[in-house]
């Protein structure tokens, strides 16, 4: 005896459900609209250690790859350029310079979070091997050189990315003329304002 038409339909809307959330799954890449050049800004970049809190602005930028594998260390963007200025120390305006030693990193896929295939929340992210110099604006202080990874994630909502937050542990690897005095570890945190923001599609 054959199926009723309406336990029949019932059957095929499941199959074509499963047959979608699979083909989600197996998806190899993510895509990202509009790729090429970003700018990423925040106006409370923390840094803090050793009794220190240093807030600054801070921009970032670089360009966004239009397909990026779902595969952990698989580049979503390089970052050619950290600008951080201008810095305070604690309730102090002005006092320090904090520069970024960028030269070229990869901001990387390393997971993601939320249901497929149209509700991604976060795209967590990594940036290896960062370097900060940290150096009062009297030259007599040399400053401190300090070395981190930067753990973070894109948050989506609609599968557009608007923020990236990253924060991460960054170790001091040299200290400079007169600069003992340096924290030997801080902590790094920010939420930059993406421009523009990026549309999320996943890909075959």
Known sequence: ???KPRRLAAWLALGT????????????TIGFSPAGPYEGTTTFLYIAGGGWTITCAATLSGAVNASVAKVAGAAIANVTELTINPCR???LPGGIIVTALTGSWNLTYEGFEGVLPNDISRVRTALRNVKILLKFND??????LYQGDLDGRLEV?????RTLFAEGVMVKV???????????EGFVAGTFDLSPVFTLRLGA
Do not use: K, Y
């Open 174 to 184: 040299e200290a400079l003329l007169n600069s003992t005095f340096c924290p030997r």
């Open 157 to 161: 909502a609609g599968m557009v990315a």
């Open 139 to 144: 030259s007599f202080f040399g400053g401190c």
């Open 1 to 3: 005896m054959g199926l």
């Open 89 to 91: 120390l604690g309730t």
């Open 17 to 28: 459900l499963a047959l979608t959330a699979s083909a989600a799954s197996a998806s190899r």
